[in-house]
């Protein structure tokens, strides 16, 4: 689906994903993630994922490697996004624990100025 969005830009996507998995935290955040679909909400494993997500964000806008000039439309993050929080209880949470920490977005994070937040992430168990 990504290479139907950037298809001159593919090659470099699977190469930057390549060099992701030296990574310790990306080869961490894929294993913690591997099993979380089964994860209830309230699961403190989904603290320890957004931790790592976190320490990767950082890292991604310190590179400037974060932002909508990805070629990717809009819509389609979007969609991307709202597949991921439908597909398990915790999907919600853990993108709750990160807006909290002031981060928005899965497909194309961004950081989000604390004042610009909408809403107090949801109590367990009641995310939407």
Known sequence: ??????????????????EELDD??????????????????????????ADVMERLMVRAVEAGETGADDGIDDHFVDLLDSTM??????????????EERGWRGWTRIERVPADRLTREPPPLGKET
Do not use: C, N
């Open 85 to 98: 929080v439908e597909s398990s209880p915790g999907a919600a949470r853990l993108l709750a624990i990160l």
């Open 1 to 18: 689906m990504i290479a139907a969005q950037v298809p001159d830009g593919i090659d470099s996507v699977i190469a930057k994903k390549h």
């Open 24 to 49: 310790p935290d990306t080869v961490r955040l894929y294993s913690l993630l591997g099993g979380a679909l089964d994860w209830p909400a309230d699961d403190p494993r989904f603290v320890e994922a």
